[in-house]
């Protein structure tokens, strides 16, 4: 699955805990015809980051899903409502 793509599946963190069950679980992979082999992920405070490396470009890209946004120091502040705040880098 491509970068572009996995972003799109990110609506909020509740998808977000789909995508990282289906990264830990090939038959539910199968089940919604995902690809998520170039995909692992890391756990981080009130979201998920989605790391990706692929032998072809882009190469390698991350994608942030956090509950809320940044603070004025930059660091992850956490949101009084579920929203997800999605940031992609390639």
Known sequence: ???KQLARLLTSLESAADVVEAIDDREIQSRRDWDLS???????PWGVRFLC?????????EILAVLGGRGPDGATQPADHAEA???VRL
Not at 53 to 61: F, H, I, L, S, V
């Open 53 to 61: 490396r692929q032998p072809k470009p882009p190469g390698r890209a």
């Open 38 to 44: 170039d995909w692992r992920y890391e756990l981080v």
């Open 85 to 87: 705040e999605i940031v």
């Open 1 to 3: 699955m491509s970068p």
